[in-house]
């Protein structure tokens, strides 16, 4: 691992022939996996270091530095992936604030999986909803559905999932409550571990390899 990381982004990707199997060069190393590249290196080299505690503190702290509620950003991550950067959506949003990729990228996420990065593009986005909106209904609601739904309805767009999501939001809003350091078991998709096999990187079970 070690010796591949210093390259992190020195590669170039080859599609082969079966099953969306790809190799990744990386200056004569190796890897050969079915997941995209970004999944890839994120679960590779993950930040295992960052604890529910320190992913808090974080947003705490980038929220107070973008002049958000700490309260409105600490109940949306809650919601959002319960403070867990490695978390990724059904609808493939990303990392702890849950960014779709177009978000990410209009507020210069590079690494989605960077709690660091990912909490401030997610912080920014919701500096600027609050800026729009001026209340944390709309902003919850947005951050959900999406500006346009919100703009269309003039308010709470009527999607099922958007009015749980606002009354989710209030409920962990409105109480305060300390969150417990632990992850909760959450619906997101599973990555298989990285190994090391006869000097080649993979994330394929050893059945397909």
Request: aromatic residues 12%.
């Amino acid at each position: 691992m070690k010796k591949v990381l210093p390259l992190l982004f020195l590669f170039m990707a080859l599609n082969c022939s079966a099953g969306g199997l790809r190799a990744v060069f990386k200056n004569g190393e190796v890897v050969y996996t079915n997941i995209s590249k970004n999944l890839f290196f994120s679960n590779a080299f993950r930040y295992s270091n960052y604890s529910k505690r320190k992913i808090i503190k974080l947003v705490e702290k980038i929220a107070k530095r973008y002049g958000v509620s700490v309260r409105v950003a600490k109940a949306i991550a809650e919601i959002e992936s319960d403070f867990n950067p490695e978390s990724v959506s059904s609808a493939n949003a990303k990392g702890v604030m849950q960014l779709m990729d177009e978000t990410a990228k209009d507020y210069g996420v590079e690494n989605p999986f960077n709690p660091e990065e990912n909490i401030r593009g997610g912080v920014r986005f919701l500096k600027h909803l609050i800026d729009k909106y001026h209340d944390i209904k709309l902003v919850a609601a947005a951050y959900n559905a999406g500006e346009t739904a919100v703009d269309k309805y003039g308010g709470i767009p009527p999607y099922p999932e958007t009015e749980r999501y606002v009354r989710k939001f209030m409920r962990v809003y409105s109480s305060g409550r300390t969150v417990s350091y632990r992850y909760k078991k959450r619906a997101t998709k599973r990555r298989r571990g990285i190994v090391k096999k006869g000097g080649v990187y993979t994330n394929l079970g050893v059945g397909l390899w």
